[in-house]
């Protein structure tokens, strides 16, 4: 029997949906694109700081953000001619910083990725429950994280148990609601023809509901941590030392307008790490997605 796209020269068949490789032509040009974006940006950031269009305790060059970035991950004297050396930045390297916000990322938001599929397919299966609690999940999720991370401090004190509980709560609504959608969108005629097919209620979650609603739990998880990295300055504004959001928000208050653009460019850079690992295990988790 001849496969549907291929012919009888013995052709292979077209693959629709397929991503190019890093290595062929299109993905080379691609790469190379991105490249060329990024040093026109570098190039017009060095121009434009170097004619003084902008001044440089507003905008200071790339040079002067890279010294930044070099002194935070070094001794260095303390001030010109005093022979003193200190540790980085607030005595910790940047990215000792780093590791601090990622470690409370990784109990606040890890909590969220392990609750939150729970509480989305308790949800999105039973209707009462759902009618119960989806007004106040919907209620937190509208919730600025700035607007109780108050609250939290008065709850749980200004160390990290505090900034832990702002991270998960700014990523648990994500991850139930995209859990919920999931379910909901799983077609009835194949839960009932699972049924007439003798599978149970525990067959019926793990054969079809969870294979069908994997792909936006994914999903949800991506826009939970993203989310949740981009909480991180609110939930270290106090005592957020060691932290890189930390570190932003005194650099920003101390006018170190180039430390706080290191700090960001490393945030920015760190989350982007991170939601490409979150999509490449979501295509190992899910390879079925977006195929036929």
Known sequence: MISIGATRTGTRPVEFGKADSTGSPRGLRRIAVRAGSLAGLLLLWWAAS???????????????????????????????????????????????????????????????????????????????????????????????????????????GIGDTSKIWL?????????????????????????????????????????????ATLPEVIGGIRVAVGFAWTTVVAAELDNGIPGIGGLAYLAGQRLDTALTLACVIVIGLTALALDAVIKRIGDLAVPWKGKA
């Open 50 to 156: 170097a004619a003084k269009v902008v001044d440089q305790q507003f905008l200071p060059t790339p040079g002067a953000v890279w010294r930044a970035f070099v002194r935070a991950n070094s001794w260095h004297e303390l001030a010109p001619g005093v022979p003193r050396e200190v540790r980085g930045e607030q005595n910790y390297f940047l990215w000792e910083h780093l590791l601090a916000s990622l470690q409370r990322i990784g109990l606040g938001a890890g909590a969220a990725v392990i609750l939150g599929p729970l509480a989305g397919f308790g949800l999105g299966t039973s209707r009462t429950l759902a009618a119960i609690v989806e007004p106040y999940l919907n209620f937190l999720r509208a919730l600025p994280p700035l607007g109780y991370i108050g609250l939290l401090i008065v709850w749980f």
């Open 167 to 211: 991270l998960f709560l700014a990523a648990f609504p994500p991850v139930v609601i995209a859990t919920m959608t999931g379910v909901h969108g799983v077609s009835a005629d194949r839960i009932n023809s699972a049924r007439s097919l003798g599978a149970n209620r525990r067959q019926v979650i793990t054969r079809i509901l969870l294979p």
